[in-house]
């Protein structure tokens, strides 16, 4: 059997002595892992960084065998973000988070379009953070656990929306939320509305995401968040302590 496809390598992991397993984010087939023979050389390593955009053609004799995968380099993102740390630390959560969350050969088409937009915005490293936010969103809807943040559960207002129920996902306004404000989390602006986000607001936003990823995606499996992920909103936070300091 054999297909081919475009993808994102998610991950590369040694395999005897020359071999690589690595793992692509696939527009067809989701989340697919392949042997790259001789994988271990230097040429080879570097189109199998993470984030790099491959053209795959995949064989095995069944379609269930891990089978074999030759990548030929479209287009080397990662090597655009090695000088940048923050951008590069957006990139690993994100691979990260796709490895982890993706059921393994599901196509998953969604997916793959707003990786594409997120890995775009990492490349232009403009409102990239914001776009981070936003993706892992997306992320969430595409698992089935959309957050609707289109108008209040409470009163149907679709002003004034500022916090989030940790249960539903759905949005609660100011004035619906304010008895309870200690329960919910908190929305920021630029989810809901189009507007800049300032770095405390990416914190919230990385907060918020992150209570959905951690409590609906990763639990029920008895997982955590990524290890990337966690590093990530760490950086996110010191930036945000940064800004108030500086400010």
């Not at 030759?70 to 090695?82: D, K, M």
């Amino acid at each position: 059997m054999q297909w081919q496809d475009t993808g994102f390598v998610l991950a590369a992991r040694r395999h005897g002595e020359s071999s690589l397993i690595v793992e692509l984010l696939t527009r067809e087939r989701g989340r697919y892992a392949g042997l790259v023979r001789g994988g271990q050389s230097p040429k080879t390593r570097a189109i199998l960084q993470p984030g790099n955009e491959v053209a795959a053609v995949w064989r095995g004799r069944l379609d269930e065998h891990l089978g074999t995968i030759g990548c030929e380099l479209l287009r080397a993102h990662a090597a655009r973000l090695l000088d940048d740390p923050d951008r590069l630390a957006g990139l690993t959560s994100a691979v990260a988070l796709v490895g982890a969350a993706l059921p393994e050969r599901e196509p998953h088409a969604d997916v793959f379009v707003s990786f594409a937009r997120l890995i775009e915005s990492l490349d232009s490293g403009i409102d990239w953070c914001a776009q981070y936010v936003k993706w892992e969103q997306d992320l969430l809807s595409a698992l089935g656990f959309g957050l609707d943040l289109s108008r209040c559960a409470m009163s149907g207002s679709v002003a004034d929306l500022a916090y989030v129920s940790p249960r539903t996902g759905r949005a609660v306004s100011q004035t619906a939320g304010l008895a309870y404000h200690d329960k919910l989390l908190c929305l920021p602006e630029f989810l809901w509305r189009d507007t800049p986000a300032d770095a405390a607001q990416i914190v919230l936003g990385m907060t918020l995401t992150g209570h959905f990823l951690a409590h609906h995606v990763f639990a029920p499996q008895g997982r955590t968040l990524p290890p990337a992920r966690i590093r990530l909103a760490d950086r996110m936070r010191q930036a945000a302590a940064d800004d108030r300091v500086s400010g």
